[in-house]
């Protein structure tokens, strides 16, 4: 990222609700914004150049001063220590060896005199070191010019040379001399140049050290600096995509964001707001007039709203209003928002708008349902009771208090079932029946009430583990059965006595006769009452359809949650357990009903020209994914085009049903085959998986009305078991058949053959 990246100002960078909160404060800052970012590295750079020239030049200065203070006073220090070996020899003293120099030295010179490296030294006339104060004793009988290079303008003219910068033993030195007596005997001051500017090279030390310490820290926050504006620019692309999100997720929930600044009036709306009520999307505030005439006029009345949210006699909202769709028509949202305070100053009405129009909606219908529900229940004859999985009473019919000798005080809904069990009249006679259900999921009573009347009582359990009960009278069918049975003993009597009594043979034969038209009678009337049976059925599984399609519809809703949580992670079980229960109700109320229309003889074919390849493709597409999801392969062979006269929907329907089942009883990994083929005067399907098998004992009776095979794999599969009676009895409905051939733990093979009618065609695949 470049320079003029991170210093560009982004002009977008604040959309939505943040722009709309923010933009007060930020937009002073926004105009200088651009140039204070390009100025700060500037001035940092320019700021280090100054200080760097300002202390390089105080230093050169600071070098210059500290030789020249070194210098006068060494020319100093000579001048006084010549002065004091004549003032010594004015008064009589006159030095001659080293020592006495060394004592007028001690005494005339002050401590400094020795102090940062300088040395006195005293020579005689041949120009040997006869004395010192301070200084490298080692030189101490030298030859002061032999060993001080280029000195013979010192020696030869005393203080009058100066201060001269000369080499001693090699190194360089500052040097002032001063010629005593008449001869060529000198004081000289000396002091290297190292120790000259020892001070000024300790300050000039620290001052780098700090230079670069100010310059470090200068360049490590101009680099924190780029990386907050990286950050910054970074976290505003975070939350660009973050409003995106939060707008999608708004608009998927039918949801809308609502802002309101009570002390401007004016009104924020997110996009999805705009959407619900059908106007196009604006990134501006709305006024209060705008926005008042959307609302109905009866529900809310803003100016009202604002003043009391003002004076703080509310802090929240939460109605359900109506506001006009850009259509025109109105649209019910629930206003929920909170009153809070702005950091700038100021209060906020802010909060969410959800459409609840659907919801308005699907509650009128599922009242409407749920009344036609009861109203169907109380029109049947038989008697009704459901209970919950905590056995209480959720929903009964007259005619179940009537059978039981109940009233309507004690069939309260919520009461517990042995509450009622107390109250129930005793029945003259209960007997449970054999029932075919392996799992004991279903109970089945004859009862006789104390009216003499008798009642069949089929009880089921729920997926959701509650239990239906349903009385059917049958009365008049116990009374044919004994009338029957009586009508056997008659007829058996009958053959004995003609056995016996051969000369009345005649008489016992007509006798036999009019026993023989009662039996048939009697017959008739049972098969009539099977029949009113099976009607019964089909009836009660029409009605059931209408409500268990709002109760899905309604737990897809909620688990969805597209109004909002549901408050408990148990709701969101409880409404899955609802869903899962309500389709797989109405699947088995489904099957009941197709079932009951083909043993009522109600089913009509509607035959036409079928192509059997889509047909058969689209069957197994529908089924696909569940194959998908379990790894399994399924393999299609239609050795060729074929079309044939029947009836759509029952061929789809037999298709679905067989690789249903393939589907559900072959393991994960297994495969499935799909083949047809043409006979000489038949078509035949044939559906081959490899799934768990049928036991033979069990293959007479597998195809009847729910009928279901329980072995190990099978038994984790519920289903009514009439899938493959109906795909059955619909093959035969077209003059066909249908076989099953399995081997358990192998797989099973299911066959249904249609015949060909004199105006289907078989067309041969182009090779």
Same mark, same amino acid.
């Not at 609700?17 to 926004?30: D, M, R, T």
């Not at 004995?496 to 051969?502: C, D, F, K, L, P």
């Given at each position: 990222m470049s320079f003029a990246d991170l210093t560009r100002f982004d002009a977008d960078?604040?959309?939505? $609700? #943040? =722009?709309?909160?923010?933009?007060?404060?930020?937009?002073?800052?926004?105009?200088?914004?651009?140039?204070? =970012?390009? @100025?700060?590295?500037?001035?940092?750079?320019?700021? %280090?150049?100054?200080?760097f020239f300002v202390r390089g030049t105080t230093l050169l200065a600071d070098r210059q001063i500290a030789g020249e203070q070194g210098r006068m006073f060494a020319s100093l220090l000579a001048s006084s220590a010549k002065s004091a070996v004549d003032n010594a020899r004015d008064n009589g003293f006159a030095p001659v060896s080293g020592p006495d120099f060394e004592q007028i030295l001690v005494r005339v010179l002050p401590p400094e005199a020795t102090h940062e490296g300088r040395f006195v030294v005293v020579t005689g006339e041949d120009g040997e070191i006869i004395g010192m104060r301070g200084g490298d004793q080692s030189l101490f009988g030298k030859n002061l010019p032999a060993i001080l290079s280029q000195s013979q303008a010192l020696f030869l003219f005393g203080q009058d040379a100066g201060v001269q910068e000369l080499l001693l033993?090699?190194?360089?030195?500052?040097?002032?001399?001063? =010629?005593?007596?008449?001869? !060529?005997?000198?004081? #000289?001051?000396?002091?290297?140049?190292? *120790?000259?500017? #020892?001070?000024?090279?300790? +300050?000039?030390?620290?001052?780098?050290?700090?230079?670069? %310490?100010? !310059? !470090?820290?200068?360049?490590?926050?101009?680099?924190?600096?780029?990386?907050?504006?990286?950050? @910054?620019?970074? #976290?505003?692309?975070?939350? +660009?995509?973050?409003? =995106? +999100?939060?707008?999608?997720?708004l608009a998927r929930g039918h949801c809308g964001l609502w802002d309101w600044d009570l002390a401007h009036g004016r009104i924020f709306w997110s996009r999805s707001?705009?959407?619900?009520?059908?106007?196009?999307?604006?990134?501006?505030?709305?006024?209060?007039?705008?926005?008042?005439?959307?609302? $109905? @006029?009866? *529900?809310?009345?803003l100016f009202e709203l604002a003043q009391r949210a003002a004076a703080h006699e509310i802090t929240a909202v939460d109605e359900i209003i109506r506001m006009r769709h850009a259509e025109g028509h109105f649209v019910r949202l629930r206003i929920r928002t909170k009153l809070v305070e702005h950091p700038s100053g100021g209060n906020h009405l802010i909060g969410i708008a959800v459409d609840v129009t659907e919801n308005h909606r699907l509650a009128e219908q599922s009242e409407i349902a749920s009344q036609n529900l009861k109203a169907a229940i109380e029109s049947t004859s038989e008697s009704f009771s459901l209970w919950d999985d905590d056995d209480k009473l959720v929903l009964c019919n007259k005619k179940f208090a009537e059978y039981n000798g109940l009233s309507d005080e004690a069939l309260i809904p919520g009461t517990p079932r042995s509450q009622i069990t107390k109250l129930i009249r005793e029945p003259l006679i209960e007997r449970r029946l054999v029932s075919d259900d392996e799992l004991g999921t279903s109970k089945t009573y004859e009862r006789q009430i104390a009216d003499g009347r008798w009642l069949q009582v089929n009880e089921r359990q729920t997926q959701a583990g509650g239990m239906i009960s349903v009385g059917t009278d049958i009365t008049q069918l116990k009374l044919q059965e004994e009338r029957l049975q009586e009508s056997k003993k008659c007829l058996i009597s009958s053959v004995?006595?003609?056995?016996?009594? +051969?000369t009345k043979s005649q008489l016992k034969a007509m006798e036999l006769s009019e026993l023989n038209k009662k039996y048939l009678k009697a017959k008739e009337v049972a098969e009539a009452a099977y029949l009113a049976k099976t009607e019964f059925l089909a009836n009660v599984s029409h009605e059931l359809r209408t409500p268990l399609n709002a109760i899905i519809g309604f737990s897809d809703i909620m688990q969805s949650k597209m109004f909002g949580p549901l408050g408990s992670d148990r709701y969101d079980e409880y409404a899955k357990d609802i869903n899962k229960s309500g389709s797989f109700l109405l699947g088995v109320i489904n099957d009941i009903l197709e079932m009951s229309k083909i043993e009522a003889g109600r089913v009509v074919l509607e035959k036409e020209d079928i192509e059997l390849r889509p047909l058969i493709e689209e069957s197994v597409q529908m089924l696909s994914l569940q194959a998908e999801q379990k790894n399994i392969h399924v393999e299609q062979n239609i050795s060729c085009d074929m079309s044939i006269l029947a009836d759509r929907r029952a061929m789809k329907q037999i298709l679905i049903n067989l690789v249903s089942n393939a589907v559900k009883f072959t393991e994960e990994g297994g495969r499935i085959k799909v083949r047809c083929k043409a006979l000489s005067n038949a078509l035949q399907i044939t559906i081959e998986d490899t799934g768990c098998g049928i036991p033979k004992a069990a293959l007479k009776r597998i195809a009847k009305p729910f009928e279901q095979v329980q072995n190990q794999f099978s038994k984790n599969h519920t289903g009514s078991g009439l899938g493959l009676a109906i795909s059955k009895s619909l093959a035969q409905l077209h003059g066909g058949s249908m076989k099953i051939r399995s081997v358990e733990g192998k797989g099973t093979i299911v066959s249904v053959r249609i015949p060909i009618e004199h105006d289907a065609t078989i067309k041969e695949a182009a090779e």
């Open positions: 960078g604040m959309e939505g $609700h #943040a =722009k709309f909160l923010a933009e007060p404060v930020a937009s002073p800052i926004s105009v200088l914004e651009p140039y204070l =970012k390009r @100025s700060i590295p500037i001035l940092i750079m320019i700021f %280090l150049c100054g200080l033993n090699g190194t360089p030195h500052i040097v002032s001399a001063t =010629k005593i007596g008449g001869g !060529s005997s000198v004081i #000289a001051v000396m002091q290297s140049e190292a *120790d000259l500017y #020892a001070a000024w090279q300790r +300050r000039c030390a620290l001052t780098v050290t700090v230079f670069a %310490l100010t !310059s !470090s820290i200068l360049i490590i926050l101009l680099y924190a600096y780029f990386a907050q504006i990286a950050r @910054s620019r970074s #976290a505003g692309k975070v939350y +660009r995509e973050t409003l =995106k +999100r939060v707008e999608m997720a707001m705009f959407e619900m009520l059908g106007y196009e999307p604006i990134d501006d505030v709305l006024s209060f007039g705008e926005i008042s005439p959307m609302v $109905h @006029s009866e *529900d809310m009345d004995e006595q003609v056995t016996i009594e +051969r």
